[in-house]
């Protein structure tokens, strides 16, 4: 939210009620679904007769979530249990489409995709690794048992809010 006008001394001039303080809360941009394409500058301008014109502009960026990086160790034909996000604990991640992913030598292969009031969807890279892998509660990954080929690889769960906003989580697993 950004207000249209400082206070000045022409502050209540912002407003559509006469009594509005000089705060101008009446004229405010709310926008709600943000997307990286929102980036940009905007500007409100209005009529304050007598005094002419007033405007005021702002720089909205709008950045990309930041991948988590995270490192597991394990012992081997331990069942190794990773969530997909640690800190989502105020969004219900059952009411959004994710998927997981193994990444090994710069390649990733996708092991199981869960849409919204849909079971778990295992793809075939999850064959590769002998059907060891599980979705869990709150769609934690479950991979039973550890081998010493696990050493390295990379899990990471993607979460997708909205087409332009999707959190990732990696972990690393040592062996």
């Known amino acids: 939210t950004r207000r249209c006008c400082t206070g000045n001394g022409t502050g209540s ?3 559509t009620k006469p009594n509005a303080t000089s705060e101008c809360n009446w004229w405010a941009l709310h926008l709600e679904n943000v997307t990286m394409s929102l980036s940009g500058q905007y500007e409100c301008t209005f009529a304050t007769y007598p005094y002419g014109t007033k405007a005021a502009k702002i720089q909205l ?16 034909k331990q069942t ?7 800190d989502a604990t105020s969004e219900n991640l059952s009411t959004y489409p994710l998927k997981w992913l193994v990444g090994e030598n710069g ?30 509660l709150n769609n934690s990954l479950k991979v039973f048992p550890t081998k010493i080929s696990d050493d390295g690889r990379v899990f990471s769960c993607h979460v997708l809010y909205h087409p332009e906003r ?6 690393t697993v040592r062996v």
Do not use: D, F, M
């Not at 960026?61 to 081997?76: C, D």
């Not at 190794?80 to 640690?86: A, K, V, Y």
């Open 13 to 15: 001039l912002c407003s």
């Open 61 to 76: 960026t709008v950045k990309a979530e930041e991948e988590r990086q995270y490192l597991k160790k394990v012992w081997l």
């Open 80 to 86: 190794l249990e990773i969530p997909c996000l640690e």
């Open 107 to 136: 390649r990733k292969e996708e092991l199981v995709t869960k849409e919204p009031s849909c079971p778990a969807v295992y793809r075939n890279s999850s064959l590769l690794h002998g059907q060891r892998v599980l979705l869990g």
């Open 166 to 171: 999707v959190q990732k989580s990696s972990t």
